[in-house]
Nanobody, 125 residues
Framework: VQLQASGGGLVQAGGPLRLSCAAS????????MGWFRQAPGKEREFVAA??????YYAYFVKGRFTISRDNAKNTVYLQMNSLKPEDTAVYYC?????????????????????WGQGTQVTVSS
């Protein structure tokens, strides 16, 4: 699986931004898709994931970010609203076969085998 993330950019605090991640392959629906982010000097952290029909979120984005997917387009999206300066980071999409994950393990970056190249999100105050 090859992943291509896009949609990053510079946005003012309080504004929205939508990230996209396009995947190659014909079995996209079999994969759990995750979004992670990494700020300078910090570890890569979980943001959101889509597995089967469920959406999972880190507590610090719940209510502001929404993950969705279009299996016909092999694409997963991350709609980010009410952005804060602390959301500034490189955002990465990741994929792993859904059968290899469960709600307890999809939060860990170590459980995803496929990664996109990252897209920079900068939120100005």
């Amino acid at each position: 699986v090859q992943l291509q993330a896009s949609g990053g950019g510079l946005v003012q605090a309080g504004g929205p931004l939508r990230l996209s991640c396009a995947a190659s392959g014909r079995t996209f629906s079999s994969y759990a898709m995750g979004w992670f982010r990494q700020a300078p000097g910090k570890e890569r952290e979980f943001v959101a994931a889509s597995r089967w029909s469920g959406g999972y979120y880190a507590y610090f984005v719940k209510g502001r970010f929404t993950i969705s997917r279009d299996n016909a387009k092999n694409t997963v999206y991350l709609q980010m609203n009410s952005l804060k300066p602390e959301d500034t980071a490189v955002y990465y999409c990741a994929a792993e076969l859904s059968k290899n994950l469960d709600p307890g393990t999809l939060y860990s970056r170590n459980n995803y085998n496929y990664w996109g190249q990252g897209t920079q999100v900068t939120v100005s105050s």
